[in-house]
């Protein structure tokens, strides 16, 4: 099952480490270290399924050579306690294909890391079957078309850092989505989730050399505080099934009975704990079967989703045909404010700024920036304060830069309405960018600020990513209510 995790720590000379050594380690393969006259040769590990170095488009052609790149990295630091790049590791998501993976590596890098000047150095490592996880490498200097150019010092910033970490949790669910996978990971913790249950503790030990060879004794250590929690975990679970149901269900809206017990597998003290609290949540009345489809296995849900997706599409229908939000049109060319939008563009402007405070569109990302523009224009024209929403604060960020409305991440949004700041009322829009990708419970709370507050949602999603998800998200469901009318003939 899909887990969360990554983290970053910085490769120096400080702590006796050498590039070379840390490249060829990550990537299997052999590489001279020029600095130290050494050879470094990890060519006979057989868990390295891919390695790659991405560049930025200006950076000269031999940064694609590992051994070049590091060894050059190296020798401009001279400092014997320099810093030589940065080390992140990440847990892949077993449900990925190796290419699917790949893909997904590729996407994040890009963006997060590359687009910023850095060069990456990444590979995919697998040491059994359920445990895909990636290293990537990154340079501490800014490439630029002879080398290397300053050290980058913002890029150590803890923002940056926590920047990163949402946005894996954003480009995983993203690619989980698109290959046809409910489950989803969350880089928050426990506590910000509202799941009860302790979090498991890093082991930097693989479970075959649990029950196996004898450990050093800080490893034992580890091993038993591993344990207790999971232990301590389980009781909670016996207590209270629903405890349970809630953490999965935030990682994944269904799931079946296989699913269920991998889940408690890792949260449960051995297998006699396990089993009892398998029984205690088949048995909880919480619990709930979906209907059988085809030759798939049974899945389950809990009831306290089943009440959120009741709750969501009644306030849709409330909320659907409510006025109050309407605007005019007019005819396309005939104001400033939208006379660049195409004929397609119009028809969903006018769509978004018609009678109804709920409004659901699936559009290309990118021929949303103008037309939100647009709205937020008329919007505001007519009085209306207008309030981005989006999942994560890149999102957020990005949704500001393309149509100029003032955005929070979904999880900043919610905390302000519970602390009583900046209340929603009927004078505002609430604009949900990604809405695609916005769990069930997530949706209705947001829907039920706007229901309560007669406020204006509108919901808007990728048309390619809904496509590819399909039932899974409850946007389409929206959509197919409230969504915008096909053109006619």
Same mark, same amino acid.
């Given at each position: 099952?899909a887990? +969360? ?19 060829? +380690?990550?990537s !299997?393969?052999?590489? @001279?270290?020029?600095? +130290? ?5 990890? #060519? ?7 390695s =790659?170095?991405?560049?930025?488009a200006?950076a ?10 590091w ?7 001279r ?7 940065? %080390? ?13 993976s790949? =893909?997904?590596?590729?996407? +994040?890098i890009r ?9 990456a ?22 490439? *630029?078309?002879s080398?290397f ?22 480009? %995983? ?5 698109r ?5 989803r990971?969350d880089?928050? #913790? ?9 979090? $498991? ?5 693989g ?7 004898? &450990?050093?004794?800080?490893?034992q ?6 344990h207790?929690? %999971?232990?301590d ?5 016996l207590s ?13 809206? *269904? ?15 051995g ?7 398998l ?5 909880? /009345?919480e619990l ?5 489809d085809g ?7 809990s ?9 969501? &599409?009644r ?13 005019p049109?007019?005819?396309?060319? /005939?104001?400033? &404010?939208?006379? @660049?939008l ?5 028809a ?17 990302? !990118? ?15 007519? !009085? ?13 960020e990005?949704?500001?830069?393309q ?11 919610e905390e ?9 009322s ?16 997530q949706?209705?709370? #947001? ?12 919901l ?7 496509e ?17 009318? $096909?053109?006619?003939?």
């Amino acid at each position: 099952m899909a887990i +969360y995790h990554l983290t970053a720590k910085v490769i120096s000379r400080a702590r006796g480490q050498s590039m070379t050594a840390a490249a060829a +380690y990550r990537s !299997g393969s052999i590489l @001279r270290d020029e600095r +130290y006259g050494q050879t470094h040769n990890y #060519t006979r590990r057989h868990d390295v399924l891919h390695s =790659e170095i991405i560049s930025p488009a200006d950076a000269p052609p031999w940064v694609s050579d590992r051994e070049i790149l590091w060894n050059r990295v190296e020798a401009g630091e001279r400092r014997k306690d320099s810093q030589l790049a940065r %080390a992140i590791d990440i847990s892949l998501p077993v449900e990925l294909s190796d290419s699917q993976s790949i =893909e997904l590596l590729r996407d +994040y890098i890009r963006q997060e890391f590359v687009s910023k000047g850095m060069i990456a150095d990444f590979c995919i490592r697998r040491n059994t079957p359920d445990n895909p996880y990636a290293h990537i490498l990154l340079t501490l200097r800014q490439a *630029t078309p002879s080398g290397f150019g300053p050290k980058m010092r913002q890029w150590n910033r803890k923002s940056d850092l926590l920047e990163w970490r949402a946005a894996w949790a954003e480009r %995983a669910n993203q690619h989980l989505a698109r290959a046809g996978h409910a489950v989803r990971i969350d880089h928050r #913790t426990l506590e910000a989730q509202q799941i009860e249950l302790t979090p $498991a503790r890093k082991m930097g030990v693989g479970r075959g050399r649990q029950g196996g060879e004898a &450990l050093p004794e800080h490893l034992q250590l580890r091993l038993a505080e591993q344990h207790s929690i %999971a232990n301590d975990n389980g009781e909670m679970i016996l207590s209270d099934p629903t405890v349970a149901l809630r953490a999965l269900c935030n990682q994944r809206p *269904t799931f079946t009975h296989r699913e269920l017990v991998q889940f408690l597998e890792s949260r449960t003290g051995g297998a006699a704990q396990r089993d009892a609290a398998l029984a205690a949540i088949m048995g909880s /009345s919480e619990l709930a079967a979906l209907p059988l489809d085809g030759e798939s296995p049974p899945r389950f849900t809990s009831t306290d989703l089943l009440e959120a997706e009741k709750s969501l &599409l009644r306030r849709v229908a409330a909320m659907r045909g409510r006025r109050g939000h309407g605007l005019p049109l007019q005819p396309r060319g /005939s104001e400033p &404010l939208h006379d @660049r939008l195409s004929e397609q563009q119009h028809a969903v402007l006018e769509y978004l700024v018609a009678e109804g405070d709920i409004k659901a569109v699936a559009t290309a990302v !990118g021929s949303v920036g103008e037309l939100l523009t647009a709205a937020h224009r008329l919007w505001e024209s007519r !009085g209306f304060k207008v309030i981005g929403i989006a999942l994560s604060r890149i999102a957020a960020e990005r949704l500001q830069a393309q149509s100029g409305i003032r955005s929070l991440t979904l999880a900043t949004q919610e905390e302000q309405w519970r602390a009583g700041g900046d209340p929603c009322s009927a004078s505002h829009v609430l604009v949900v960018e990604g809405a695609e990708m916005i769990g069930l419970k997530q949706l209705e709370r #947001t829907l039920a600020v706007a229901d309560k507050a007669r406020a204006k949602a509108v919901l808007v999603g990728d048309a390619r990513q809904l496509e590819a998800m399909g039932s899974l998200s409850p946007l389409r469901g929206i959509l197919d209510g409230v969504g915008l009318p $096909a053109p006619g003939p």
